[in-house]
């Protein structure tokens, strides 16, 4: 089938096949490939060298990045599946080099954050849900039929496994590795393995963080926080406070005291 061709800069051609509609309020960068029976609406913009696979459906007030990849089917930038929505103007950002499987679907932000968001190098495998409010940040992994209620939070490099619901407002810690078929109700600490229904924490993520380069001096750091957040005698405000006697100057550490802190459903254990 032809493919109509419009040769726009130096990135190569923007190719529309003929049975695509684009919106004439829409942008397409330099590069971009659109597929066949696309349908792309006011308000979007796609990226540079982004691939806009069949059957796509891009509704409205959508950014998506530079050298993206749009399977058959994804639905992106659809209303909030919030009953409080009421038609307030909100978008969905998707940052640079990001893969979004087949019938994934991304809903925008209500007036509550006004945005959903996802970072640059992710992938989301298909029939993952990503709902109103959520903000997912860069090198993040969704498995198969990861279900995301509103406003929850992933942190870089996390991974989380298939068929995985998350409760709304929870956040994911970065890299924190969360198994399949998990129930997430509440936070996930980074750095940390959580699998089970409700999850249990099985200790660090110590592959992955090796296969990221943290130092061995951050990981036994990591470890030595870890062991008297979650396996010490005290309770967790004591142990917060002694994990950050005994363990200071890491920033890795740091960072896990400060979201253990600042959580507000409580965290994994």
Known sequence: MKIEETPVGTR???RVHPTAIVDA???????VTVGPWVLIGPGVRVGDGTEVGPRVLIERDTIVGE???LANGAVLGTDPQDLKYKGERSTLEIGDRTVVREFTTLNRGTAASGRTVVGTDCLLMAYTHVAHDCVIGNHVVLANSVNMAGHVLIEDWAIVGGVTPIHQFVRI???AFVGGGSRVPQDVPPYCRAAGNPPRLYGLN???LERRGLSEEVRRALKHAYRILFQGPENLSAALDRAE????GIPEVKHLIQFVRSSERGVTT
């Open 12 to 14: 190569g051609e923007t």
């Open 25 to 31: 309020d829409a942008e397409l960068g330099e590069g």
């Open 67 to 69: 050298d993206c990849r």
């Open 173 to 175: 810690g970065a890299h």
């Open 206 to 208: 110590g592959v992955g």
């Open 245 to 248: 006697r005994e363990v200071a």
